[in-house]
Each structure stands twice: as C-alpha cells, then as structure tokens.
C-alpha cells in the first residue's frame, strides 16, 4: 500500500473512531410528564392536570435546574394583581440521590383574571450532587401565597421524573445503584459542555490518527533512502 493510501486509510478510521465516541456518550434524557394536581386552596379542593418540563444545565459544580409548567393550575375568585402571586415548588430526587430540590421563581408580571388556571412561570434552583450516578428529578408539592393565602397543590397520580442526569459529584463519590466513579463515567452537562468535552475527546483520536499517519510516512522515506 502506498504512504498516501496507507494515511488516508488511517485518517479515515480515526473520523470513525471520533464519530463512535459522539454516539456512546451518555445524555440527559427528559420526558414532559402529566401531574395530576390535588390543590387544597382557601376556598376549597381544585384539580389539574398540568404537563411538566424539567431541564438540567451544568453551572459550576452543580447543575442549573428549572421547572416549567405547561398549562395552568388551581385559580382564584378575584382578580390577582401584578406582583401579588408567588409560587415554589420541590422536586423529588432519586437514583443515585435522594432528598428534594427547591426551586422559586418571579411573581406574576401581569395581572391573573378571577376564575382563570394559574399560569406559573418557570421556576429554578441550583442542585449540586452529593453522589455519582443517574439522578432523577420529578415534580413534587407546588405551593402558591397570594394575598395572604397559600394554596398547595401535591401531585396524586405519582407522576414519573420529567429528567435523568448522569452526574459526578465533586469529590467523586460513587453509589451501589447506577453510581460510578471518575475512572468509567463522563459527568452529564448541558449541551455546551457535552460538546466541547466530547469534541476535544474526538479531536485527541484524530491526533493520534495523523501522528500515525506521519510516521509511518516517514517510515517510508527512511526505507527508500536506504536504498
């Protein structure tokens, strides 16, 4: 085979090997999930159905979370103000953690209408993993306070996780279910992160690829030389 087949047999393997780290590494899985809400309100029980969004973006050592809802949940019999509605929320962790996650949000910018679903904005919080491994987030008890009241709305169709993040914690922990330690497992990022960590990681097999290639070009040379 000729140096200049033999380095572009080589360089080609090495596009294949790079394209084969893109397609094992490990992703966030998200599924919007249904939760049937159960809202004890001043005024009595509400029911809604609202489906859940939950994101996960690497921030620092932990992870930027937010919660979003879909459609709109409980209501009020008068007309609540700019400013006057202020929700939070827990989310549920499993998997490798345990315990729940906070998350708050803006009040209301504009006025909500009397007798009209709630629409609650989008609500975040910090989570910074105390263990290695998947963790699973899943929509626990909404809270409103609205003019001195406070409506809670608590999910009663046990509702799935809306996200799955394979996580590293910052001292490397590892877990007996799903845990691994930093010698075997890739932390889950947002997508910015992924890409530049899987692209230098592609890049390295593509530098290995062509100082191959080079020596055995040079290889050949020498031999002709000999000659």
């Known amino acids: 085979m000729s140096n200049r087949k033999r380095t572009a047999a080589l360089a080609t393997a090495a596009a294949l090997a790079g394209s084969a780290v893109w397609m094992a590494a490990p992703v966030a899985m998200a599924e919007v999930v249904n939760v049937n809400y159960s809202c004890d309100t001043p005024i009595g029980v509400k029911t809604a159905v609202s489906p859940i969004d939950i994101k996960g973006v690497k921030s620092g050592s932990g992870y930027k979370i937010t919660m979003s809802w879909q459609k709109g949940v409980s209501s009020s019999p008068i007309e609540l103000g700019a400013g006057a509605m202020k929700p939070s929320a827990t989310i549920k962790l499993g998997g490798a953690d ?27 919080g910090t989570y910074t993993p105390k263990e290695s491994g998947k963790v699973t987030f899943t929509a626990g008890v909404l809270t409103i306070k609205a003019l001195g009241t406070t409506t ?6 046990s509702p799935g996780p809306s996200l799955t993040l394979d996580v590293t914690a910052a001292g490397g922990g590892t877990t007996g279910d799903g845990g691994s330690d930093d010698s075997d497992a890739l932390p889950q990022t947002g997508p910015e992160d992924s890409a530049i960590a899987l692209g230098t990681l592609g890049g390295t097999v593509l530098l290995a690829g062509a100082a191959g290639a080079l020596w055995l070009t040079r ?9």
């Open 98 to 124: 345990s315990g729940t996650l906070t998350v708050t949000g803006a009040a209301n910018q504009a006025a909500i209408p009397e007798n009209t679903p709630i629409k609650i904005n989008d609500l975040s």
């Open 152 to 157: 809670t709305c608590t999910p009663s169709n």
């Open 219 to 227: 290889r050949g040379q020498t031999a002709r030389a000999r000659r």
